[in-house]
């Protein structure tokens, strides 16, 4: 790998770290129905998106899959037009219709070339406001939602995310729990429409819409949402507290890799110690050339990646490191993660390191935001919180504000080894000392 | 619409420019000519395993990424089987720091046998994880062998057994850097808020001095036409079973496959899509269902593929397949739906132009096809075919006697 040396002078160019990130505030509108709006122009690309956001995500149901089957079905036929109907009108136009869903929310989201904004909002209010949910589209919804299910039920990282829920908030706890597949088939028509009418109300909804959206626009989407039901379920309990348990393994027979993962739960996002543990995990696991992708991908080559990151819902939080490995070097891959955890709680962040870390997060914000849809997808988190855009300037500064002693500080406070969950789903591993075995009860 | 403008290094480097003042950001882009295609059949995955190593640091610059982070930015790589390309976006101020790193891996590898080792086990790790760990994880493997015989397209970017990336030498390394990573071998696309005059001046100094070296001119043995039905069956341990049809189809370049495109959209472009609404909602055979073209620059595949609800047996599934698809060869398509699935590849095409990073690897990419014009043109090609172009497409290409069949039988079979 020799070539001839180069004469001009090849010295690293200067880097400049961007002083402030600047995320527009989206302007707010309440409509009569009292469905706040946020918009956020942007006319030069020649398409608008609008999302629907509510709170009618899984930890609001009472019947297992009853959150998604809403949410999935809702474009599944209205009085006025079939499933099929629907599907080729938005094809048709070329408009993009995607539904998300996690532990507290779901989002209904349209993406459409300007021209056909209003004929998408056209469908959108047959999907939003009066979709009938069809016995039979269910029916073959819930049939193939459940074979997915199961598929997905082969994989071993996927097994590792349930069983890691499980096996931190406990399964019972909204945030914890997960169904077996069979329950598909005892979902009923009845329940989805319930759940539909009490949490799709204008009480549970906000708007963020995004890209070419004029005054005109705005206006047509308001008329519409005032058209949407008011009331609906918008207060709940509290929830159990968490019931941790401190090591869960699952065998699979086959599997070529374990997946481990260790973690806890911590806070939501408004905790004061959130945006720092933020910081704690991205130096362990939260980009590439991390400690813990350093350790166990480039150094000992047992993975092909390796992360670590902060997941925050409605009411908590929790921190996770995830890989997955060559089964024969499990065990000494967990006792790797569990270094350098420990690593974090003696020694202090060298400066260098930690400098990189703040710039790799300020450049994952500043990815998030470039194009006009990003940014709505910031926005969305940020009211999600109970924030408004400035949070994120304020995000980076306290990013920036962070320690060497301030992460050693938390990570003692808050990763004690006894206090964390291990997960390892993975192929039998007989031979292993029994201590581990005795815990997994 | 992209705009661009284009300039050629004395080296052979080619660069585009797209200027997009709106972005705070860069993307940088450089994709080398070379993939799976230009492997040794002793050493496939080999291409893959390279592009991994050229994060392994250079003489000068030991470390690739950390510099990258420090700079606000996020690189990657990916590779498959026509070519290899490497991204970096970062605040637009730091461009230069791009223009530092690339062109310093593009002469300055510096690979130890240690480093060999190390990444070749995490290729291997990577094989487990997306291809023997995952339920169907096999099905290219398996395809792709069935569909070619003699072209390199018969192994997948992954190669086709652990044990080639295992027994890869470091001459094997020094040949393939020497060989395809050259100026002359490779594109470079960059788009945010740049003046082109000023970029292509900012290239000439990190890259205009580099060796030019010889292009490679790989040939390639061309695959034999296809004329009796190819099949293979395994039982795997999988929840339901998945049945793969494919046909062979044109290169990249030829009319076919703007027709395929439009013909695998018919069949899969959307919920509103003829095999989903035909065979997952209206008989219910399938749990999923899907149609593509694999757009290489040789020959290609015509891919139609889905997964068994329980109880359903496979003659009956592979039926209903061969029924679309002999719907496609007997009736042409009415002309609301073919309006249809043409205004969603212009929007798709829309969408995909919203950031510096889509419209850099777009660029890069139509430079490799050897006409850039076509990052604006193909809307034209599409909107020029008609229903009955379609239809004779499918009846000359969408046939029994060329076609290869997978069959990945699952555990609920009936």
Known sequence: ?????????????????PKRIAVPTAERHVTAGGVSVYTLPAPEYGVARVSFVFRAGSSWQQVPFCASATVNNLAEGSRNMTSLQIAERLDYYGSYFDVSIDRDWSVVTFVCLSKYFDRTLEIAREILLDPQFPEEELAVYCAKSRQALLVNRTKVDFM????????IYGADHPYGTSSDAALYDTLRREEVAAFFRDHYTADNCFVVASGDVSAARIRTLEAFLGEMATGGVTERGPFPEPAATAHAERSVEGAVQSALRVGRTLFPRSH???????????????????RLVQNLREERGYTYGAYAAMVNFDRSGYFAAATEVGAPVTDDALEQMMYEIGRLREELVPEAELGMVRNIMAGEVMRILDGPFGIADVTIENIQNGFDNSYTAGFMEQVRAVTPERIRTLARRYLVPEELTTVVVGPDRA??????????K | MITYAEHRLANGLTMVVNRDRLSELAAVNLLYRVGARNEDPRRTGFAHL????????????????????????ENNAFTNNDYTDYYITLPKDNIETAFWLESDRMTGLEIT?????????VVIEEYNQRYLNQPYGEQWLLLRELV????PYRWPTIGLTPDHVREATLDDVRNFYDRYYRPSNAILSVSGDFDPEALFALAERWFGDLPAGEAPHDVLPAEPEQTAPRRTEIRRDVPATQITVACPMGDRRSADYYRCDLLTDLLAGGTSARLYQELVKKRQLFAAVNAYITGDLDPGMFVVTGQLMPDVRVEQGEEALWQEMRRLAETPAAPEELEKVRNKFEANMLYGELNVMNKALNLGYYAMLGDLSLVNGEAAIYRAIGAEELREAAERLLRREKSSTLIIHGGHEA
């Open chain 1, 1 to 17: 790998m020799k070539r001839n040396d180069t004469s001009f002078d090849r010295t690293r160019p200067a880097v400049r770290i």
């Open chain 1, 160 to 167: 590792a995310r349930e069983l890691f829920a499980r096996s």
């Open chain 1, 272 to 290: 004061a110690d959130y945006v720092g543990m933020q910081v704690v995990a991205t130096v362990l696991g939260g980009y590439f050339g991390s």
């Open chain 1, 431 to 440: 031979g292993r000392n029994k201590e581990h075995n005795e815990q997994a």
């Open chain 2, 50 to 73: 390279f592009e991994h190593l050229m994060f392994r640091g250079t003489r000068r610059i030991p470390d690739f990424d950390a510099p990258v982070q420090e700079a606000c930015g």
């Open chain 2, 113 to 121: 046998p240690e480093k060999l080792a190390a990444e070749k086990s």
């Open chain 2, 148 to 151: 070619y015989r003699v072209h």
